[in-house]
């Protein structure tokens, strides 16, 4: 997060975890699982399918299912999970009035938060990563600030100063062995071309909220989009007049539910 004067803002998944001592609480309970024995019977529902739409399938997973909650249900009878649960509850109430209270010292507390309107859907998270309470936070936001949503077609590609296409950073993971060395991508960080022709890097996320800032003084300045953030950019950009008018008849739609609001005041 960051506003027009560059004070930044960041508020990780991991920062977040931590908050919510979420590492600790998962550890406290897998230890009790394991030595009351109950975590080798859940791993035996993994033997089953229970997406199948075999009915034979399905039906072993339904009975193999009822067999495994009968011999768990007196050992999850025990005080520790609804403990352990409850102050996962509290702590989540803890961090998500400590994360307003900050917003609200570093940047006031009249500030209009412009957020991206890219939402990460259910199952999309990259394995390894830990789940991201997107949604959440973001129903947080708007109900303790005058918040916007802003179309983030493109913030992501180009680079906030030359508009140029970015492209991810490469590199060849430290395996001792030489032989199984890879080339890995790492998402995070964008490389273009500096002014020289020199290669630079910048961070994903910074450039998209760079560019963010961008388009939303640009909207207010003149009630639409940077040329190459519109999503009809390359029909704009073509020799065909007929396309042009395309992009004229169009304008108004497409600059609807972003923060053309903000330019009326």
């Not at 560059?6 to 009790?32: D, E, L, M």
């Not at 739409?53 to 009822?66: C, Q, R, T």
């Not at 060395?181 to 961070?203: A, D, W, Y």
Request: hydrophobic letters at 30%.
């Amino acid at each position: 997060m960051k506003n027009k004067k560059g004070v930044r803002f960041r508020y990780t998944n991991r920062k977040h975890a931590f908050r919510i001592r979420r590492f600790k609480y998962q550890k406290i309970i897998k230890k009790h699982k394991d030595a009351n024995n109950i975590t080798p019977i859940e791993n035996e529902l993994s033997n089953y399918n229970s997406k199948s739409v075999n009915f034979n399938k399905f039906k072993d997973f339904i009975l193999n299912k009822n067999r495994v909650n009968g011999l768990l249900f007196e050992k999850y009878n025990n005080e520790i999970f609804r403990k352990y649960k409850w102050y996962g509850f509290l702590n989540r109430k803890k961090a998500d009035a400590k994360l307003i209270r900050e917003l609200k010292k570093i940047f006031g507390k009249d500030s209009i938060m412009i957020l991206g309107d890219a939402s990460i859907s259910n199952g999309v998270c990259k394995k390894g990563n830990i789940s991201t309470p997107n949604t959440k936070l973001n129903k947080l936001i708007k109900e303790n600030f005058k918040t916007y949503y802003i179309d983030e077609f493109r913030t992501s590609k180009l680079h906030y100063k030359t508009e140029e296409p970015c492209d991810n950073l490469y590199h060849i993971d430290n395996n001792k062995d030489k032989t199984k060395r890879k080339e890995r991508k790492i998402h995070s960080v964008l490389t273009f071309k500096m002014e020289k022709k020199q290669s630079g890097c910048i961070n994903r996320d910074e450039n998209a909220v760079n560019n963010m800032i961008k388009i939303v003084n640009y909207q207010i300045k003149y009630k639409e989009r940077p040329l190459k953030y519109r999503r009809d950019y390359d029909l704009i950009k073509g020799s065909n007049p007929t396309k042009k008018i395309i992009k004229s008849t169009k304008k108004s739609k497409l600059n609807m539910g972003q923060v053309e609001q903000l330019a009326l005041k």
